[in-house]
């Protein structure tokens, strides 16, 4: 049974800092820009329109005022979650073109209500380069939600937007996957301190993309679902140079290909979102096609005539030792009732997608991190074999271990990006701090 996809424009940028002083960030142009190498007929998708953002001033905000644009995030996310929500309850399967990573602030918002409406719990799959989960427990001062958007779904940093509606968290800790974020990732002990799972880009490549799609869906069985959260500089600037902070040590296209069809390939995955391209990098419009590509390939699962039904799996027992890293010490509970799309009844239109019934509850060298070393932990290794649709099996079939992290960026696409020019500084606050990287990680 095939899925109908509808793509959401979040055009939003009130997430980032400002390149220069007499700039905005460019990523609320992505949407356009992809749109413009026919990425809707691609995908035979509905357009579902846009969210449109306020208008992007920073005014006065210093270091220390917490999350600049903090009412105006808060507001926008809102009316997004609205957006979401609304495709959700058509049976359809959103596909959200930000804009910075504040959108995830909205798609959280809708997974919450909906795992509320059905009476389960909703995950999350966040494939990024950074970890994005600066916070004040773990930072000077915070600033920029695009740098900050992990901590403040998982309920970390100022309530106005971390528990918009009186919900915190949005995602519980343990429902959390985080992938391609870099070996040296300056947040990574804070992640696996919270028990949150991650497999940064060496451990991905290692094992492979197909594999890590079904190893995150393992991490993830005992949810209702899950929604994903795709920041494109998880891609080797290499490749990919075209967002707001690069960062080498990441994954080509192939890989990133890979891994959005399997984590697509199921009934559990209830959207995707689309974050940081940056089109002001890409002035002859190669990076967007090589995205529309990539998600337009990715995503052949959702609407494959033979796509597998919408279902959830049975529980199953939680293993004694699941993932074998140090973020493992959080062991999800046992016996959560799934959903069934064989049960009659429906929440708010959920029925339509099978959610409706509920009895329960590195590629590349490893990047130095933004603002110093921090020894790296341990990686998680794949749990126990498990059924999984038939497109993620094939793909398992024909995609061999990827190779070392040695390798480096040979195995990426595009070998030859355009020249930066070193003589635009990027803007310092008054401590000599880069901006650009503290608050946009």
């Known amino acids: 049974m095939m899925r109908r996809i509808a793509v959401l424009d979040a055009p939003t940028n009130l997430g980032l800092r400002p390149p220069t002083s007499t700039s905005v960030p460019g990523c609320a142009k992505a949407p356009g820009a992809l749109r413009d190498h026919d990425l809707l007929p691609r995908l035979r998708a509905r357009d579902a329109g846009c969210v449109t953002p306020p208008r992007y001033d920073p005014g006065d905000w210093r270091p220390g005022d917490g999350v600049c644009h903090a009412r105006e995030i808060a507001d926008y996310s809102l009316a997004l979650a609205e957006r979401i929500g609304a ?40 494939v990024d380069g950074h970890s994005d989960f600066r916070h004040p427990g773990n930072a000077s001062y915070v600033g920029a939600a695009a740098g900050e958007d992990l901590a403040l779904v998982t309920g970390r940093g100022q309530a106005d937007l971390a528990a918009l509606e009186g919900r915190r968290p949005y995602f519980r800790d343990i429902d959390v996957v985080v992938l391609g974020i870099r070996a040296q990732d300056e947040y990574r002990l804070d992640l696996q301190a919270a028990g949150i799972t991650t497999r940064p880009v060496p451990a991905l490549r290692a094992e492979g993309a197909a594999r890590t799609a079904q190893w995150a869906h393992e991490q993830l069985a005992d949810c209702a679902g899950y929604w994903v959260h795709i920041d494109v500089d998880v891609l080797d600037p290499a490749v990919m140079p075209a967002v707001d902070a690069p960062d080498p040590g ?33 002035p002859d419009g ?22 597998v039904p919408p279902r959830l799996l049975s529980a199953r027992p939680t293993p004694a030792a699941r993932r074998g890293g140090s973020a493992d010490r959080v062991e999800r509970s046992a016996g959560v009732d799934r959903l069934d799309a064989g049960r009659s009844g429906g929440v708010n239109g959920l029925d339509a997608l099978g959610l409706a019934g509920v009895d329960g509850s590195g590629g590349g060298i490893a990047a130095a991190d933004r603002d110093g070393a921090v020894e790296a932990g341990q990686s998680g290794i794949a749990g126990p074999a498990y059924a999984e649709p038939s497109g993620v099996a094939a793909a398992l079939e024909r995609e061999p271990v990827g190779p070392p992290a040695s390798a480096g960026p040979g195995l990426l696409r595009r070998t030859s990006p355009p020249a930066q020019d070193s003589s635009d500084p990027k803007p310092a606050d008054e401590n000599g701090a880069d901006l650009h990287k503290v608050d946009t990680a």
Not at 255 to 278: R, Y
Not at 286 to 307: F, H, K, R
């Open 87 to 126: 495709i959700i309850d058509r049976g359809e399967f959103p596909v959200v073109l930000g804009g910075d990573c504040s959108v995830l602030l909205g798609s959280a918002l809708a997974m919450h209500r909906l795992g509320e409406a059905v009476g389960g719990r909703i995950g999350l799959v966040f």
């Open 250 to 282: 990441g994954i080509a296209f192939a890989e990133l290909e890979i891994l959005l069809a399997g984590l697509v390939d199921t009934p559990h995955c209830l959207g995707v979102e689309l974050t940081v391209f940056d089109p002001d990098y890409d």
């Open 286 to 307: 190669s990076y967007a096609a090589e995205i529309v590509n990539t998600v337009v390939a990715g995503l052949a699962p959702v609407t494959a005539p033979e796509a």
